[in-house]
């Protein structure tokens, strides 16, 4: 049995697999389920409201005595409001993205709340580790939504190397192997999203979850990348008129736009051509839908098999 994560202790939890803070699929279903099979669930708040979220913090609690977590959304503007829920509501762990949350990470600790920042840099990774964060989720371009510019396989060693923290690896994990591949990096556990929406308990629309069994390794894009947020999708239709915009010059304004609304469009209400359809580049190795449970239970077996295999390329002495 693997054990000894440093992230299993400072978090209270058995495995050392956190569910990422995913913008409307988050909610009490998945997050306790995760929660309830030994990982770490998280509320992903996105744009959403206080009062959403203070609901679902207590939906959560009704479902699960485990840990769980929120997920703040740096781009959201219930920031403050969202935060202020957090400290009333009494959670114990907050995940942050999209944008740098050095400001709020004192107040939080004040709190006695651990704060895991999601990175895409080492810069950013190491100005957080000064403001005091607990731990650092290092988040590769593999990812799906808002993205940096690094991999997975760069980011992770560089970021191991660069804090005292322990590190998180997100971005392209999906299975035991990604889960091994990351401690071999140095991380002491993972993040994944892409994996979970292909669960029984998130309420992603079924043709969403489709469209992920579906996918090949080459069916994600990234567009914004002129807008300064850049952001990967399954390929449709939407992103390829969002490109053509892009292409042709049309404003910051103008995209940002046609791009309002689209997520829950996509993945709520399964509009999957006029809707973003926020996945990773691992939705090419997805292909079923499974129980949170046996998602995280079979991501342990196959990680030990995995480790106890490579024992064939020591040699003797
Ligand atoms: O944030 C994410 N993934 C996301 S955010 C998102 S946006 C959204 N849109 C509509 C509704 C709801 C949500 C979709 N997916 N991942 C974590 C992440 N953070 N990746 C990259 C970053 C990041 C980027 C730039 C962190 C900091 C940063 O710069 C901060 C600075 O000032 O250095």
Known sequence: MLANFAICE????????????????????????????????????????????????????????????????????????????????????VTFGGGNPGPYIPTLKEARTKTLPVVSSVALARRLERVGADAIIAEGMESGGHIGETTTMALVPQVVQSVKLPVIAAGGIADGHGLVAALALGAQGVQMGTRFICSEECIAHPKFKEQIIQATDRSTVVTGESTGHPVRCLENRLTREFRAR????????ELEAFGRGRLKLGIIDGNVEEGSLMAGQIAGLIKDIKPVKEIIESIMTEAEEIIKSLYRFKTEG
């Open 246 to 253: 892009e292409k042709a010059g049309v404003s910051v304004e």
């Open 10 to 93: 400072l978090l209270d939890i058995k495995y050392p697999i956190i569910q990422g803070g995913m913008a409307w699929l988050g909610t009490f279903e998945l997050v306790s389920a995760v929660s309830n099979a030994g990982g770490l669930g998280v509320i992903g708040s996105g744009d959403a409201p206080p009062e959403w979220l203070r609901e679902q913090i207590r939906a959560t609690r009704e479902r699960t005595d485990h840990p769980f977590g929120v997920n703040i959304m740096l781009m959201s503007p219930f920031v403050k409001e969202n935060l202020q829920v957090v400290i009333e509501e009494g959670v114990k762990i």
